[in-house]
Nanobody, 124 residues
Framework: QVQLVESGGGLVQAGGSLRLSCAAS????????TGWFRQAPGKEREFVAA????????KYADSVKGRFTISRDNAKSTVYLEMNNLNPQNTAVYYC?????????????????WGQGTQVTVPS
């Protein structure tokens, strides 16, 4: 079992920044990759970014490349999502997810464990 707890969401003006955190506990040593997803009202959950624990390899959705940065602190079993130059289209609940199987994937059902989500709101 892997437990994930997100934090860092909130209300931020357009052009501003936020840093989300995802603290993992439990069988974290067996987690291969951790990803961030988001879900806006009335829309499907979509991939944002992911990182492999062992190598630090990262993958991003095209819509966030150059603005968002995913990183990890192995000692703290924590993954971060630094979000810059936010806009109203980034408003969503952001979820952290852990995958035990090999490789990074952008497909939500292939991640076995999920956090409760943290709300990010960028008013228009």
């Amino acid at each position: 079992q892997v437990q994930l707890v997100e934090s860092g969401g909130g209300l931020v003006q357009a052009g501003g920044s936020l840093r989300l955190s995802c603290a993992a506990s439990g069988r974290t040593f067996s987690s291969v990759a951790t990803g961030w997803f988001r879900q806006a009202p009335g829309k499907e959950r979509e991939f944002v970014a992911a990182i492999r624990w062992s190598t630090g390899y990262t993958k991003y959705a095209d819509s966030v490349k150059g603005r968002f940065t995913i990183s990890r602190d192995n000692a703290k079993s924590t993954v971060y999502l630094e979000m810059n130059n936010l806009n109203p289209q980034n408003t969503a609940v952001y979820y952290c997810a852990a995958r035990l199987s090999t490789g990074i994937t952008v497909t939500p059902p292939l991640y076995e464990y999920w956090g409760q989500g943290t709300q990010v709101t960028v008013p228009s």
